[in-house]
């Protein structure tokens, strides 16, 4: 049986990917067994009976604790269940996974991670002189360290103003004193250096794929974001085909040679071509749309993973649409209790057998 | 011209007609409801008329008078021009997937 760990397993209002790769990868392989890597016992995946459920879930130190902190959470789980493949699917995890590449190959996890220098170039930091670089539109972006330098900057651009973290988070500021209590609420929780971003006003266009590493796109599926949620998160979306936006999409991921999953997200001006303003190096939390259509990116990688021959990929065909449904997941208070105190858990199903194994 | 123009479903371009009243747009994935004229005009463009030709074709379909069917047609196309510009809409090969 082919185990493969996942993180990014809480599907709140601002819904994280992992129940949905691991739904993508049931799709294709049944009998595949996930292995949920979890930072907070109330991660609502953990508790779910649907295809994105975990088999078994272990809480595991935050990114922010480092690669070995990491690794040696990584070998208590291993001492207990096997692990084939990890998918990483939250942006702070993947400096310390490409980091951790050499010891994860030791112990027989495989993994496609991009290169240090290619996470690097898509940084919120450096994507403007990465796009400009290469003739990508994006809105322009700058970084500091300190609020008034931050105030500074955002006067050369002029308000309103992104304040965004460098990995997530963002605020609308349209003064300097709303631009100051973002920076120290960003600053808090994510660290330095906060962004500031021209704000650009149109619709929003994501991508999501899978790179070759050798600047090739394997596979891609493109959607206009129909429904947007406060914090801009798509609710909707729809299957598009636009030849302009391919080509970007086909230049940025062909410079950065990227491996493996990725969700690019661009931003349209009437008038104006497609403004490149985020890359996030992961698949995003609507990849289980495009795999419940034919174009299953997560059981691609798997299979590129295992050096299996591929499956052909449907293309995701214009006007699929998909629109998230919110539900109520029911479990028992003694299940998070169970994982709060001992930092792992067994999923079953309704008559309490084990979901695999 | 006016024979020329599909009926609604049968467009080979970007642009999808859902009965007379509904557009969808592969490429830019925006969808509109439209009246009757507007998507009349709009099949029009699409088929190949250019917009200098809405005003006579409104004249023939409706019976409408020269001067009211060019402020018709003008605020047609100045409305699509607001939401792209008309030689990407109507570029019909970079429509196709």
Redesign the interface.
């Known amino acids: 049986m082919t185990s493969v760990a996942i993180t990014g397993l809480h599907r709140g209002n601002n819904p994280q990917p992992g129940a949905a790769v691991a739904a993508g990868l049931r799709r294709s392989f049944p009998d595949v067994r996930i292995i949920g890597l979890s930072y907070d016992p109330l991660e609502s995946g953990l508790y779910c009976h649907d295809l994105g459920r975990p088999d078994a879930a272990y809480l595991i130190p935050f990114p922010g604790a480092g690669a070995q902190a990491t690794l040696d959470r990584l070998d208590e789980i291993l001492a207990r269940e096997a692990i084939d493949y990890i998918i990483p699917c939250l942006d702070s995890e993947l400096d310390n996974y490409i980091e951790l590449q050499p010891e994860l190959h030791k112990r027989g996890i495989g993994c496609l991670m991009p290169t240090k220098q290619a996470l690097d170039d898509r940084a919120k930091a450096n994507l403007y002189d990465f796009c400009s670089s290469l003739g990508v539109p994006t809105p322009r972006t700058l970084a500091a360290n300190d609020p008034d330098t931050l105030a500074a900057l955002a006067l050369q651009i002029g308000y309103p103003v992104y304040v965004k973290g460098r990995f997530y988070e963002a605020h609308l500021a349209t003064t300097p004193k709303e631009l100051y209590a973002a920076f120290d609420e960003i600053i808090r929780v994510w660290g330095g250096p906060v962004l500031v971003q021209e704000m650009v006003v149109g619709e929003e266009y994501d991508i999501v794929g899978l790179g070759d590493g050798q600047g090739g796109l394997i596979a891609s599926c493109s959607i206009r974001k129909m429904l947007r949620t406060s914090a801009g998160k798509g609710f909707a979306g729809v299957v598009i085909a636009d030849p302009e936006l391919d080509e970007l999409v086909a230049r940025f991921i062909g410079a950065l040679r990227w491996a493996g999953p990725f969700e690019l997200e661009f931003i349209k001006v009437p008038g104006r071509p497609h403004a490149l303003f985020e890359m996030n190096p992961r698949f995003p939390a609507w990849v289980d749309f495009p795999s419940q259509v034919g174009c299953n990116l997560p059981a691609r990688l798997l299979e590129q993973l295992q050096n299996l021959p591929p499956r052909p990929l449907t293309s995701c065909k214009p006007g699929q649409m998909f629109i998230r449904h919110s539900i109520d997941v029911v479990t028992d208070i003694a299940d998070v209790a169970q994982m709060t105190i001992t930092g792992e858990r067994a999923s079953v199903t309704a008559d309490g057998q084990p979901t695999s194994r | 011209m006016s024979n020329q123009i599909p009926p609604a479903g049968e467009s080979a371009s970007r642009l999808?007609f859902y009965g007379d009243e509904f557009v969808?747009d592969?490429?830019?994935?925006?969808?509109f409801r439209l009246n009757p004229v507007a998507s009349y005009m709009l099949r029009a463009l699409d088929s190949g008329a250019s917009p200098s030709e809405l005003p006579h074709l409104l004249v023939e379909r409706y019976r409408l008078d020269n001067a009211t069917a060019t402020r018709d047609a003008q605020l047609f196309i100045n409305n699509l021009a607001?939401?792209?510009?008309l030689d990407?809409l109507f570029d019909t090969k970079?429509?196709r997937?």
């Open positions: 999808r969808f592969v490429v830019s994935g925006m969808f607001a939401m792209e510009p990407r970079a429509g997937s």
